[in-house]
């Protein structure tokens, strides 16, 4: 019987090939199942030997470890280099943007505390 190895859902692109390409490298057989159309299923990576799933978790496990180290060892590079993005330079990059979602915002929350405040008038 089939059992579920890794969900997928917010995983990047780069670490959900990672993990295909470990599963294949060790000869364990697992399928995926999509997304879907509409976002709402379960993407995951599926083992079809419930057997091997001690040993893929075992795998994935120690993966996760080392990817973690990685990342981490990565963005210190970044941050030491000054060269990770902060919210300043996404700003810098397309203002008008930013100041629609500002505008937005704003309108938000007039439109929504307005009621309160009209009631003690």
Do not use: C
């Amino acid at each position: 019987m089939a059992a579920r190895l890794f969900s997928l859902h917010n995983v990047p692109d780069d670490e959900a090939e990672e993990v295909r390409e470990l599963l294949t490298s060790h000869a364990l057989d697992f399928y995926e199942s999509p997304e879907g159309n509409w976002g709402i299923s379960m993407p995951a990576i599926w083992l079809y030997d419930e057997e091997q799933l001690p040993q893929a978790r075992a795998l994935i496990a120690e993966y996760q470890k080392k990817r973690l180290i990685r990342v981490r060892e990565e963005y210190a590079l970044l941050q030491k280099n000054a060269m990770n993005r902060t919210m300043l330079d996404v700003i810098k990059e397309n203002p008008l943007r930013f100041a629609i979602y500002v505008a937005f915002i704003a309108m938000v929350l007039y439109f929504s505390t307005q009621p309160f405040l009209e009631i003690g008038k």
